[in-house]
């Protein structure tokens, strides 16, 4: 009976430790489309300069849920006059349910695995806002949030001596 009991709590602790990962919501936080120089920009040969800036947020909300925020702000402006056509800028975010991982594979999930999900989302979003703002097309590249993850906690590690 005893032995029964003890293997019972095992697989209750096996159980809490289970790995677990799944997305349980998709929804744009924050999106924006600006064309301050609209209808002008229109009249004038259109020879775009592009500017990209990404960024990623994750903050924990709930127990075993994180919220993963990918921002892609595209600032397109006019080779010809340096006007700005546009400036669209999206905060798509996932909420996730992660548990059963040590710190630093919870942290690399968060930081490089979540946004890899998330980008195709917001690169719909941003074609999506040009689109709907008369301008061709941007499609935007796949992102390498892997690379990103990996340069991020070499400047953190980096920063980390220098400080000793």
């Given at each position: 009976?005893?032995?029964?009991?003890?293997?019972?709590?095992q697989g209750g602790n096996d159980a809490q430790n289970q790995l677990q990962f799944s997305m349980q919501r998709i929804y744009v936080k924050d999106i924006s489309?600006?064309?301050?120089?609209?209808?002008?920009?229109?009249?004038?040969?259109?020879?775009?300069?592009?500017?990209?800036?990404?960024?990623?947020?994750?903050?924990?909300?709930?127990?075993?849920?994180?919220?993963?925020?990918?921002?892609?702000?595209?600032?397109?402006?006019?080779?010809?006059?340096?006007?700005?056509?546009?400036?669209?800028?999206?905060?798509?975010?996932?909420?996730?349910?992660?548990?059963?991982?040590?710190?630093?594979?919870?942290?690399?999930?968060?930081?490089?695995?979540?946004?890899?999900?998330?980008?195709?989302?917001?690169?719909?979003?941003?074609?999506?806002?040009?689109?709907?703002?008369?301008?061709?097309?941007?499609?935007?590249?796949?992102?390498?949030?892997?690379?990103?993850?990996?340069?991020?906690?070499?400047?953190?590690?980096?920063?980390?001596?220098?400080?000793?």
């Open positions: 009976m005893a032995e029964d009991n003890n293997q019972a709590a489309f600006e064309s301050p120089n609209a209808p002008s920009v229109f009249q004038n040969a259109f020879k775009p300069k592009v500017g990209l800036d990404l960024n990623t947020t994750h903050k924990q909300v709930g127990e075993n849920l994180y919220e993963v925020v990918v921002k892609v702000t595209a600032q397109v402006t006019n080779n010809e006059d340096g006007a700005t056509a546009f400036l669209a800028e999206v905060e798509q975010a996932g909420l996730f349910r992660i548990a059963g991982l040590s710190d630093d594979q919870l942290d690399h999930t968060l930081g490089a695995f979540c946004p890899n999900m998330l980008f195709p989302y917001a690169r719909e979003c941003i074609d999506n806002l040009v689109n709907r703002g008369s301008f061709p097309p941007l499609m935007l590249s796949p992102v390498n949030f892997e690379g990103m993850y990996a340069q991020k906690k070499k400047r953190e590690s980096e920063a980390a001596e220098n400080a000793h």
